[in-house]
């Protein structure tokens, strides 16, 4: 049996609730509505608690509780503070522009520019060189910045191309001249 407690003061409006029949997991809060759904939940016994000190107690007794309390975490920091993914464009000519309402476009040295819709839970802004993506669903952003991030691979040769605010990056050596 494992547990995990939620501190009342930092999730005041959130609420969990949980279907059997269609094996699904609601979490709504300040910011939004969320949902998972997994057939692990069969052997997932849930206990909601309100008591003075602590929301919400869960008990597992599952071998994949790892997996099922860090994705109800997830679902409960989303809807109650958000996911921000911070993104640095390194290169010359290497441009960013908002498009249309939920839309990107990336100039990243090739003959022609793309265009990216993002979803309707994700929004964006950017500063210069530097794309910040906001949303609630932390696998929906995910999935996005490693679009963004396929769009133009970092080259670890020239130090070019799209990475994640404070990844570390070693960049190589090129042909060493064997004539000095």
């Known amino acids: 049996m494992k547990k995990i407690i939620l501190k009342k003061k930092n999730y005041n409006s959130l609420s969990i609730y949980w279907d059997t029949q269609?094996?699904?997991?609601?979490?709504?809060?300040?910011?939004?509505?969320?949902e998972i759904y997994n057939?692990?939940?069969?052997?997932?016994?849930f206990i909601l608690s309100n008591k003075q000190k602590h929301m919400?107690?869960?008990?597992?007794?599952?071998?994949?509780?790892?997996?099922i309390l860090k994705q109800i975490m997830n679902l409960c920091k989303g809807v109650c503070f958000g996911w921000f993914v911070?993104?640095?464009?390194?290169?010359?000519?290497?441009?960013?522009?908002?498009?249309?309402?939920?839309?990107?476009?990336?100039?990243?040295?090739?003959?022609h520019g793309f265009k990216l819709n993002l979803p309707l839970g994700i929004k964006f802004f950017f500063k210069k060189r530097i794309i910040y993506l906001y949303g609630i669903n932390l696998i929906l952003l995910k999935d996005i910045s490693m679009i963004i991030c396929k769009l133009r691979r970092f080259d670890?040769?020239?130090?070019?191309?799209?990475?994640?605010?404070?990844?570390?990056?070693?960049?190589?050596?090129?042909?060493?001249s064997q004539y000095k």
């Not at 269609?22 to 969320?34: C, E, N, Q, R, Y």
């Not at 057939?39 to 016994?45: L, P, S, T, V």
């Not at 008990?59 to 790892?66: E, K, L, M, Q, R």
């Open 22 to 34: 269609k094996k699904k997991i609601f979490v709504s809060g300040l910011l939004g509505d969320l």
């Open 39 to 45: 057939n692990i939940f069969e052997k997932f016994f």
């Open 56 to 67: 919400f107690v869960f008990w597992i007794d599952n071998y994949n509780y790892h997996l």
């Open 86 to 111: 911070t993104m640095e464009i390194t290169g010359r000519n290497y441009n960013v522009y908002s498009g249309n309402k939920n839309e990107i476009v990336f100039d990243l040295g090739f003959s």
């Open 156 to 176: 670890s040769y020239k130090g070019k191309g799209i990475k994640f605010l404070g990844q570390k990056v070693i960049l190589k050596l090129g042909k060493q």
